[in-house]
């Protein structure tokens, strides 16, 4: 696997593991409201800066377009179904946002619920089709290129000790959901 490859197939277990957390957080219904609402606010801001703007912008901006050059097509194939997720993906973290706002906890965990099926259907896609296809088509020289261009991007887009809080995020919420 190619270092662009790695970094985002590294970035999609972090995403699977937040996912399993927000199972946890659905199903708890323990606490008070206002704690859980701190939580999906959080939660709406990780997948907000981290899988949308950082991951799946490493993938629009650099990715997809590098296997656009190697002649693979941005419509109507597994490129134009991955931005078609994207955008799905998007509608659903907006509508998380929405609810969260109007302090419905209902609507939050259905539109969360609906967001999870369809990153861990997306991730897969990726982590079994795409990459292997981009390991194939880009080569080692490429994917070196690619890797540094996704840190200068992560570090314009999200900024510098974002990353870290995202993960010190993620490591309270493990411990509060108790799950390893």
Known sequence: M?????????EHDAILYVLQIMDKMMLSGAGEEETLLRYYDEVVFFLKTFADMCHHGKEENYL???????????????????????????DY?????????????AGFNRAAAHYRDLLKRHIDKENNVLFPMADNMIDEQEQDILFEQFEQFEENIIGHGIHEKLHAMIDTWAEAFRVE
């Open 93 to 105: 973290i907006a509508q998380m946002g929405r609810c969260h706002t109007k302090k419905d906890i």
């Open 64 to 90: 997809f377009k590098a296997l656009v050059k190697k002649g693979v097509p941005n419509e109507g194939g597994l490129i134009g179904a991955m931005l078609q997720e994207h955008a799905q993906g998007r």
């Open 2 to 10: 190619g270092k662009a490859t790695q970094d985002l197939k590294k």
